[in-house]
């Protein structure tokens, strides 16, 4: 009865690395300008001044509304790299992409297709994997996060537009 049980080691990732997503602050800023250039413009061809009050009071708590949500969400996206899956989270979405299958990244500005949007910024990180699979990301610190991925893979290509 003196046996010695064999219990295995935790297991321990060989990397782990977690990247914010980079918030672009006109975002926000430029809907908000227009907003409050819309309002002004409604309150002044509004027949009485009491109609355009309501009308702004009408139009822009949920227009707000819209924006500080956008905001919230972009705000809590992490780019998590483990091992060898790199997994985009949001609050809504998730996606997980093998390190190994990462072909291109390049950096730019790009028009994104719905659905493949992980980025709150002007400027992009469009990650080209498997096959013709694509992803946009903006992670805080670009640099580092393409380091750390072409540190799994080396096979990754990374290029720039000219002037970004």
Same mark, same amino acid.
């Given at each position: 009865?003196?046996?010695?049980?064999?219990?295995?080691?935790?297991?321990?990732?060989?990397?782990?690395?977690?990247?914010?997503?980079?918030?672009?602050?006109?975002? #926000?800023? %430029?809907?908000?300008?227009?907003?409050? $250039?819309? +309002?002004?413009?409604?309150?002044?061809? @509004? =027949?009485?001044?009491? /109609?355009?009050?309501?009308?702004?009071?009408?139009?822009?708590?949920?227009?707000?509304?819209?924006?500080?949500?956008?905001? #919230?969400? %972009?705000?809590?996206?992490?780019?998590? $790299?483990? +091992?060898?899956?790199?997994?985009?989270? @949001? =609050?809504?979405?998730? /996606?997980?992409?093998?390190?190994?299958?990462?072909?291109?990244?390049?950096?730019?500005?790009?028009?994104?297709?719905?659905?493949?949007?992980?980025?709150?910024?002007?400027?992009?990180?469009?990650?080209?994997?498997?096959?013709?699979?694509?992803?946009?990301?903006?992670?805080?610190?670009?640099?580092?996060?393409?380091?750390?991925?072409?540190?799994?893979?080396?096979?990754?290509?990374?290029?720039?537009?000219?002037?970004?």
């Amino acid at each position: 009865m003196d046996k010695k049980l064999t219990v295995p080691p935790p297991y321990i990732p060989k990397y782990r690395a977690v990247f914010r997503c980079k918030e672009d602050k006109r975002m #926000y800023i %430029w809907p908000i300008i227009m907003l409050g $250039i819309f +309002d002004v413009f409604v309150f002044f061809i @509004a =027949p009485t001044i009491l /109609l355009g009050l309501i009308s702004i009071l009408w139009v822009s708590p949920p227009f707000l509304t819209v924006v500080f949500l956008a905001w #919230y969400l %972009w705000s809590k996206m992490t780019y998590t $790299i483990e +091992d060898k899956v790199l997994r985009l989270s @949001a =609050p809504l979405k998730t /996606l997980a992409i093998n390190i190994d299958s990462i072909k291109k990244i390049r950096r730019g500005r790009f028009w994104v297709e719905r659905g493949r949007n992980y980025s709150a910024s002007y400027i992009k990180l469009r990650i080209v994997y498997d096959r013709c699979s694509y992803v946009y990301v903006s992670p805080e610190n670009e640099k580092s996060f393409v380091d750390a991925l072409q540190a799994i893979n080396p096979n990754i290509e990374y290029s720039s537009e000219r002037g970004l």
